[in-house]
Antibody, heavy 116, light 106 residues
Framework: EVQLVESGGGLVQPGGSLRLSCAAS????????MNWVRQSPGLGLEWVSY????????HYADSVKGRFTISRDNARSEVYLQMNSLRDEDTAVYYC?????????WGQGTRVTVSS | IQMTQSPSTLSASIGDRVTITCRAS??????LAWFQQKPGKAPKILIY???NLESGVPSRFSGSGSGTEFTLTISSLQPDDFATYYC?????????FGQGTTVEIK
């Protein structure tokens, strides 16, 4: 069974940093690209970042470019999102999603709150 | 690419046929997915590549369209279908979602 479990969320002050993790199981993690998608309270979905299976290609939303970094460890079957210079508007539930072209499996999400 | 869904909210009854529209600001070569999301839950994929039903999704859901205009149809609305629906293009980065359509009980 495919499982994606996010962790690392929490309360952080503006300007602070946080590192999210997504642990994958039930499939050959090394063969799949992965994404992060977020959802601000009461709002819609916003795609955040993409990483290819070999870490050769990464993409970012303009809203996080230069502040967030996606990475992965295929030996551990984990994908990460390093978030720096956090802003109030980064407050959201962050989901990781598997990507064989389509976003076919999602984790349950981890909540990030940026507030002083 | 901007994705625009309509309507934003839809009131319907059990058994109704429901149609949601998604328009892209430029062609996306049919690289469009539809998701269903219920409160407090992760999105669930329903349709990919505009018209392909994801495994395990009931056949009352269908997708159609091409180029820049796409539709999600629920042929006979069931109690489990009251939720918010999002379209998403995955033709180019940044991938973009529509703003969502909430299907409410009439």
């Amino acid at each position: 069974e495919v499982q994606l479990v996010e962790s690392g969320g929490g309360l952080v002050q503006p300007g602070g940093s946080l590192r999210l993790s997504c642990a994958a199981s039930g499939f050959d993690f090394f063969a799949y690209s992965m994404n992060w998608v977020r959802q601000s309270p009461g709002l819609g979905l916003e795609w955040v970042s993409y990483i290819s299976s070999t870490s050769g290609t990464m993409h970012y939303a303009d809203s996080v470019k230069g502040r967030f970094t996606i990475s992965r460890d295929n030996a551990r079957s984990e994908v990460y999102l390093q978030m720096n210079s956090l802003r109030d508007e980064d407050t959201a539930v962050y989901y990781c999603a598997r990507d064989p072209g389509k976003l076919d499996y999602w984790g349950q999400g981890t909540r990030v709150t940026v507030s002083s | 690419i901007q994705m625009t869904q309509s309507p934003s909210t839809l009131s319907a009854s059990i058994g109704d046929r429901v149609t949601i529209t998604c328009r892209a600001s430029q062609t996306i070569n049919n690289w469009l997915a539809w998701f269903q999301q219920k409160p407090g839950k992760a999105p669930k994929i329903l349709i990919y590549a505009a018209s392909n039903l994801e495994s395990g999704v009931p056949s009352r859901f269908s997708g159609s369209g091409s180029g820049t205009e796409f539709t999600l149809t629920i042929s006979s609305l069931q109690p489990d279908d009251f939720a918010t629906y999002y379209c998403q293009q995955y033709n180019i980065y940044p991938r973009t979602f529509g703003q969502g359509t909430t299907v409410e009980i009439k």
